[in-house]
């Protein structure tokens, strides 16, 4: 992705009929504008004409209602029956009545639906010994019928809450008054929502109608988006996500309250969240940005956070854990490298490098900002200074980020040649040269997964294109998301707006162009497919820009004349995918991969959740004694003979030449087989150049045959 801040102007002669004010704002000329540039400016020069309409008004429902569990389909007939044809004329002209219509309808049925969770929760039946299963992810799923399939859906959630509950420990009159304490907090969060909330809905809806990387972006949505770029925050440095009804913690940031509190583990699950001596809010169930709402906070702020480990089978084990919120670094999400040192059977000793790039950073135009390519840059230097034969290049879960830092990456180890073509909604091509002189011409692996996406593709398509690397991945090809976006703030578009309230206005995310590579292709819906294919965790179904909705088409460009510009050698890929799969054979740790990806796969093609406790009970007693196994397992490995030595992210390293700190890694078998493919290279790499300079050597010897006249 591509993020450049932009400002159009010229949307002064606008008609807008204001349908909401807060604050001085006028929501309706806000609305009128964004949709005004979404025809004008979009990638794909489309109207908001009836069709357009039709699924902009879908997506709203969707918004509103993610999982289909409160509107019914009389109500969502009904809606789109009166006002699919015109709720596109109502944005351009900055009529929002429908919109707050919708959303008061939406608070509606959930206040109607909470009403009937009350009774639900305290006389049940609830029965959790038969064989009824709750589904779990709804977003698919039809509306509900009518109210008495809403009845019995609801009744199987509440049912699967409560077992939960118990599995944590918990009685089932305590559970009981968790589950109403959700509710009725959902409920109470949502009557507080003001128009304004509405209308950020309502945008966002709009702009994910024209594609799934364009949308309205509210001031804090900007804020985090710039913390992204720049790598810095203010909060307790946790990463979260969703699972299930719970808000996992996915890793800590280095440097930050939690991680030097040292008490909140990865996997750990926040269950309530509490700010200064104000009283916990139990966040179970709740959506992820609703959770990120109330871990905000101002820097100095008291954060008091209730978690259940992974394991947790009893209520005792819910821990109470205060944090203090402060500027953060994230040095976590910076590149880093490692010196991998390993020795060989035969006594032989090799050092390897790996870097890691989580992101694609950067701060265009601004003297002294953190840069990704500069880093990158610093690290490379390191590694061939500590004689390295080969390099690893890991993109895996890289979202890209800024696309000229890839190009700027991409020189370093291409030097200056064309990157990738870029085409705006015009039909004009433009082209991204790497202005980075060539800084390492020795073997070269590039690691991807299913989740690398958008600029991290585009690092690895160059790399492959030119013959320059070897492409390791998944079995799934990358994400596939070739569109490039800007930011509109909405400040600068409406120049009449007081200069103090402009910031309140938020921004338009907005897909202005396509990528593609030097050959001509795309990286839209079609990715990357890896030359050496690995299992991988993230070889899972509907994770990928063709499973989003109103995505981009794929299509083609003309290739660059580019291969006679570099001199390129032919990699030796087929040996390599030999040696390769010889040792996946007999690998274990590749062997548990693949039993959990098709465990996760089954799960997510099943996408129900038993009701009967003893199974679940005996399944999670299972998962316990399967890891008990493997680790038991795990102590009879044959030792490796490796060190990894950690490089501090290259932006933080003051003395180049100081000590570096030994570390140890989890088991990851794509690390291992990748080093493994990198160190095949070089030995291939190191005998085809002996051989070329015996070649040489021979041809300028005389030949003792040759006669002279």
Same mark, same amino acid.
């Given at each position: 992705?591509?993020?450049?801040?932009?400002?159009?102007?010229?949307?002064?002669?606008?008609?807008?009929?204001?349908?909401?004010?807060?604050?001085?704002?006028?929501?309706?000329?806000?609305?009128?504008?964004?949709?005004?540039?979404?025809?004008?400016?979009?990638?794909?020069?489309?109207?908001?004409?009836?069709?357009?309409?039709?699924?902009?008004?879908?997506?709203?429902?969707?918004?509103?209602?993610?999982?289909?569990?409160?509107?019914?389909?009389?109500?969502?007939?009904?809606?789109?029956?009166?006002?699919?044809?015109?709720?596109?004329?109502?944005?351009?002209?900055?009529?929002?009545?429908?919109?707050?219509?919708?959303?008061?309808?939406?608070?509606?049925?959930?206040?109607?639906?909470?009403?009937?969770?009350?009774?639900?929760?305290?006389?049940?039946?609830?029965?959790?010994?038969?064989?009824?299963?709750?589904?779990?992810?709804?977003?698919?799923?039809?509306?509900?019928?009518?109210?008495?399939?809403?009845?019995?859906?609801?009744?199987?959630?509440?049912?699967?809450?409560?077992?939960?509950?118990?599995?944590?420990?918990?009685?089932?009159?305590?559970?009981?008054?968790?589950?109403?304490?959700?509710?009725?907090?959902?409920?109470?969060?949502?009557?507080?929502?003001?128009?304004?909330?509405?209308?950020?809905?309502?945008?966002?809806?709009?702009?994910?109608?024209?594609?799934?990387?364009?949308?309205?972006?509210?001031?804090?949505?900007?804020?985090?988006?710039?913390?992204?770029?720049?790598?810095?925050?203010?909060?307790?440095?946790?990463?979260?996500?969703?699972?299930?009804?719970?808000?996992?913690?996915?890793?800590?940031?280095?440097?930050?309250?939690?991680?030097?509190?040292?008490?909140?583990?990865?996997?750990?699950?926040?269950?309530?969240?509490?700010?200064?001596?104000?009283?916990?809010?139990?966040?179970?169930?709740?959506?992820?940005?609703?959770?990120?709402?109330?871990?905000?906070?101002?820097?100095?702020?008291?954060?008091?956070?209730?978690?259940?480990?992974?394991?947790?089978?009893?209520?005792?084990?819910?821990?109470?854990?205060?944090?203090?919120?402060?500027?953060?670094?994230?040095?976590?999400?910076?590149?880093?490298?490692?010196?991998?040192?390993?020795?060989?059977?035969?006594?032989?000793?090799?050092?390897?490098?790996?870097?890691?790039?989580?992101?694609?950073?950067?701060?265009?135009?601004?003297?002294?900002?953190?840069?990704?390519?500069?880093?990158?840059?610093?690290?490379?230097?390191?590694?061939?200074?500590?004689?390295?034969?080969?390099?690893?290049?890991?993109?895996?879960?890289?979202?890209?980020?800024?696309?000229?830092?890839?190009?700027?990456?991409?020189?370093?180890?291409?030097?200056?040649?064309?990157?990738?073509?870029?085409?705006?909604?015009?039909?004009?091509?433009?082209?991204?040269?790497?202005?980075?002189?060539?800084?390492?011409?020795?073997?070269?692996?590039?690691?991807?997964?299913?989740?690398?996406?958008?600029?991290?593709?585009?690092?690895?398509?160059?790399?492959?294109?030119?013959?320059?690397?070897?492409?390791?991945?998944?079995?799934?090809?990358?994400?596939?998301?070739?569109?490039?976006?800007?930011?509109?703030?909405?400040?600068?578009?409406?120049?009449?707006?007081?200069?103090?309230?402009?910031?309140?206005?938020?921004?338009?995310?907005?897909?202005?162009?396509?990528?593609?590579?030097?050959?001509?292709?795309?990286?839209?819906?079609?990715?990357?497919?890896?030359?050496?294919?690995?299992?991988?965790?993230?070889?899972? *179904?509907?994770?990928?820009? %063709?499973?989003?909705?109103? !995505? $981009?088409?794929?299509?083609? @460009?003309? /290739?660059?004349?580019?291969? &006679?510009?570099?001199?390129?050698?032919?990699?030796?890929?087929?040996?390599?995918?030999?040696?390769?799969?010889?040792?996946?054979?007999?690998?274990?740790?590749?062997?548990?991969?693949?039993?959990?990806?098709?465990?996760?796969?089954?799960?997510?093609?099943?996408?129900?959740?038993?009701?009967?406790?003893?199974?679940?009970?005996?399944?999670?007693?299972?998962?316990?004694?399967?890891?008990?196994?493997?680790?038991?397992?795990?102590?009879?490995?044959?030792?490796?003979?490796?060190?990894?030595?950690?490089?501090? *992210?290259?932006?933080?390293? %003051?003395?180049?030449?100081? !000590? $570096?700190?030994?570390?140890? @890694?989890? /088991?990851?078998?794509?690390? &291992?087989?990748?080093?493994?493919?990198?160190?095949?290279?070089?030995?291939?790499?190191?005998?085809?150049?002996?051989?070329?300079?015996?070649?040489?050597?021979?041809?300028?010897?005389?030949?003792?045959?040759?006669?002279?006249?």
């Amino acid at each position: 992705m591509k993020l450049v801040r932009s400002t159009i102007h010229g949307f002064l002669a606008l008609v807008a009929v204001s349908t909401l004010t807060a604050g001085g704002v006028d929501y309706g000329t806000i609305s009128s504008a964004v949709a005004h540039v979404l025809e004008e400016a979009h990638y794909s020069r489309q109207l908001l004409n009836s069709d357009l309409s039709r699924q902009f008004l879908s997506e709203y429902l969707d918004n509103l209602d993610a999982d289909h569990l409160f509107f019914t389909k009389a109500d969502v007939d009904a809606i789109m029956a009166a006002h699919a044809a015109t709720i596109g004329d109502d944005v351009l002209a900055g009529r929002l009545d429908t919109a707050l219509e919708i959303f008061d309808l939406y608070k509606k049925r959930v206040n109607e639906r909470v009403d009937k969770i009350g009774p639900l929760i305290k006389t049940g039946p609830f029965d959790f010994t038969g064989t009824r299963t709750v589904e779990l992810n709804r977003d698919h799923s039809p509306w509900l019928a009518d109210d008495s399939t809403a009845d019995q859906t609801w009744h199987d959630r509440i049912e699967g809450e409560l077992l939960d509950e118990k599995l944590n420990g918990a009685p089932l009159d305590e559970c009981k008054k968790t589950i109403w304490s959700r509710y009725d907090l959902l409920r109470n969060e949502l009557l507080k929502e003001s128009k304004k909330d509405a209308v950020a809905i309502f945008l966002n809806s709009l702009a994910s109608a024209y594609d799934p990387h364009s949308e309205y972006l509210r001031k804090e949505d900007l804020e985090d988006l710039d913390s992204d770029m720049s790598l810095s925050m203010v909060g307790i440095g946790v990463v979260i996500e969703s699972e299930g009804r719970y808000t996992k913690i996915t890793s800590l940031l280095p440097g930050g309250p939690a991680a030097a509190d040292g008490r909140l583990k990865v996997n750990d699950r926040i269950v309530a969240i509490a700010k200064g001596d104000g009283d916990f809010v139990d966040v179970s169930g709740m959506s992820i940005d609703h959770v990120l709402s109330f871990l905000r906070s101002k820097p100095g702020t008291r954060v008091r956070l209730r978690v259940i480990a992974p394991d947790s089978t009893a209520a005792a084990q819910r821990r109470e854990i205060n944090l203090v919120s402060r500027n953060i670094e994230l040095v976590d999400d910076a590149a880093k490298a490692d010196l991998v040192e390993r020795q060989h059977p035969d006594g032989k000793k090799e050092r390897l490098g790996w870097i890691s790039l989580p992101s694609f950073y950067g701060e265009p135009g601004e003297s002294g900002a953190r840069s990704v390519t500069r880093d990158v840059r610093n690290l490379v230097i390191r590694l061939k200074k500590e004689n390295v034969s080969g390099m690893v290049i890991d993109l895996r879960n890289n979202p890209g980020g800024e696309l000229e830092e890839a190009v700027g990456v991409a020189g370093l180890f291409l030097g200056q040649v064309p990157i990738v073509q870029e085409k705006d909604r015009a039909g004009k091509i433009y082209v991204s040269k790497a202005d980075e002189r060539r800084l390492y011409d020795g073997p070269l692996v590039v690691l991807t997964d299913h989740l690398t996406a958008s600029a991290a593709e585009l690092l690895a398509c160059a790399l492959q294109d030119y013959g320059r690397a070897v492409v390791v991945g998944g079995l799934f090809p990358t994400y596939g998301k070739g569109s490039v976006q800007t930011i509109i703030e909405l400040g600068e578009v409406l120049q009449d707006v007081n200069p103090k309230e402009s910031d309140q206005l938020g921004a338009l995310q907005l897909t202005i162009a396509k990528f593609y590579r030097v050959n001509g292709q795309s990286t839209q819906l079609h990715g990357l497919t890896a030359d050496i294919q690995l299992p991988s965790p993230e070889d899972l *179904p509907d994770e990928a820009e %063709s499973d989003m909705k109103n !995505p $981009l088409a794929y299509d083609e @460009t003309k /290739p660059l004349h580019f291969a &006679a510009k570099v001199a390129t050698q032919t990699l030796p890929i087929a040996r390599l995918k030999e040696l390769s799969a010889t040792r996946i054979a007999t690998d274990q740790e590749f062997k548990y991969l693949t039993e959990d990806v098709e465990r996760a796969k089954n799960r997510e093609i099943a996408n129900s959740l038993s009701l009967n406790e003893a199974m679940r009970r005996a399944e999670t007693e299972a998962g316990k004694a399967r890891d008990k196994q493997r680790e038991a397992a795990r102590k009879l490995f044959p030792a490796v003979a490796e060190t990894v030595i950690h490089i501090a *992210p290259a932006s933080r390293i %003051s003395n180049p030449h100081q !000590p $570096l700190p030994t570390i140890s @890694t989890s /088991p990851d078998p794509i690390r &291992a087989e990748s080093l493994n493919i990198l160190s095949d290279l070089a030995n291939i790499s190191a005998k085809k150049s002996a051989a070329g300079d015996q070649l040489a050597e021979n041809s300028t010897k005389p030949d003792p045959a040759a006669k002279t006249r």
